[in-house]
């Protein structure tokens, strides 16, 4: 399992629990967010009534589901968790729907991966507050409308724009999470070092975070392998030492890079002269699947920088040249 990916498993999503904020205030980051959801939801109790839906969109691990339990418990309102993949079939969702409260909040994460039937119901529910449910089979069947209470969806998605518009249109207010700058990051990993009962120094609080990909779930979990470092080699103190010895046990190093980005970056310097070569052929030098190298590596590869994408296929830009400390080739006349 790599340490710097955005995503967690079940696991993980254990152990971050106890480390999520639970009202806004303590959200950190996500200003202009932060700001408008805590008008739409001011708004809502105000009048007494369930908020318009909701949709958080952005990367993984950048907050969504902390926000979507944020929003029920500033609303007061109970909590259901559920995801696109998990339901199969409609019947799953209106089961969903018809079970839910009065002003329940539904979180729906991965939402742009319902299937289609699913989100057609999802639809209707959302704009009339009804399901069909439909009883019999065959030409026998017919559908009878089940009246729901007022609810609120929020959604989740790693990309608004993955979504059918009919289903992006029933949500009242989109929010749009970014990558957290350092000084985000840092605050994010002081209050959890605070709630893990250790002290993290200033100095070690700016490393980590720099190593973090602009994501809390990434600066999170580097955190505890610092403190596993500092509990296990060091003398308990979190800091800038123990930060660093720790990073480099676990090969992530100054840009938040791991052993495969750096395989792909080597690759792509020395093997193919700085490319362009396809993905995968740069997969098979690095010992990968190309979905692997495509899904995992490159995202961040790209957004930093240091590999483009052409037509004629994958390239070293500059910076991946001078990351792995080596010289750029000067360009020659053709
Ligand atoms: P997503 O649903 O977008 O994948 P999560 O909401 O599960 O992300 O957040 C991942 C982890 O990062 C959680 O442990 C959460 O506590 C932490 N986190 C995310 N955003 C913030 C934030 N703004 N402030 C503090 N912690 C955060």
Do not use: I, N
């Given at each position: 399992e790599r340490l710097v990916q955005p995503g967690a498993d079940d696991l993980e999503r254990a152990a971050e629990a106890a480390l999520r904020p639970r009202r806004l205030e303590e959200f950190?980051?996500?200003?202009?967010?932060?700001?408008q959801l805590s008008l739409v939801l001011q708004a809502a109790l105000g009048r007494g009534r369930a908020p318009d839906h909701v949709l958080l969109s952005g990367p993984p691990g950048l907050g969504k589901t902390t926000l979507a339990m944020i929003i029920a418990a500033e609303l007061g309102a109970p909590l259901r968790l559920t995801s696109g993949p998990a339901i199969q079939h409609a019947g799953d969702l209106?089961?969903?729907?018809s079970s839910l409260e009065e002003g329940e909040v539904l979180f729906l994460d991965e939402i742009h991966r319902l299937a289609r039937p699913a989100e057609e119901l999802l639809y209707v529910a959302m704009e009339d507050f009804r399901v069909d449910v439909v009883v019999g089979k065959g030409a026998g069947a017919s559908a009878i409308p089940l009246a729901l209470p007022p609810f609120t969806v929020v959604g989740a998605t790693t990309r608004a724009g993955l979504l059918p518009a009919p289903l992006r249109d029933r949500f009242g207010f989109t929010g749009h999470l970014d990558f957290y700058d350092?000084?985000?990051?840092?605050?994010?990993?002081?209050?959890?070092?605070?709630?893990?009962?250790?002290?993290?120094?200033?100095?070690?609080?700016?490393?980590v975070a720099s190593r973090s990909r602009g994501t809390p779930r990434i600066a999170n979990r580097l955190l505890r392998r610092v403190r596993d470092w500092a509990q296990v080699?060091?003398?308990g103190r979190l800091d800038l030492a123990a930060a660093r010895a720790a990073l480099e046990v676990y090969e992530v190093d100054a840009l938040g890079l791991d052993r495969l980005d750096?395989?792909?970056?080597?690759?792509?310097?020395?093997?193919?002269?700085?490319?362009?070569?396809?993905?995968t052929t740069l997969a098979?030098?690095?010992?990968?699947?190309?979905?692997?190298?495509?899904?995992?590596?490159e995202p961040f590869l790209v957004r930093e920088?240091?590999?483009?994408?052409?037509?004629?296929?994958?390239?070293?830009?500059?910076?991946?040249?001078t990351h792995l400390g080596l010289t750029p080739p000067t360009p020659t006349d053709t």
């Open positions: 950190v980051g996500q200003r202009v967010v932060r700001d209106a089961a969903v729907l350092a000084e985000e990051l840092e605050r994010v990993l002081v209050r959890s070092a605070r709630l893990l009962g250790v002290e993290l120094h200033a100095d070690a609080a700016a490393e080699r060091g003398d750096r395989a792909v970056l080597t690759a792509l310097c020395t093997r193919f002269g700085g490319g362009p070569v396809g993905l098979v030098a690095v010992g990968e699947e190309p979905e692997t190298v495509e899904t995992v590596a920088g240091l590999v483009g994408r052409t037509p004629r296929g994958r390239v070293a830009m500059p910076g991946a040249w």
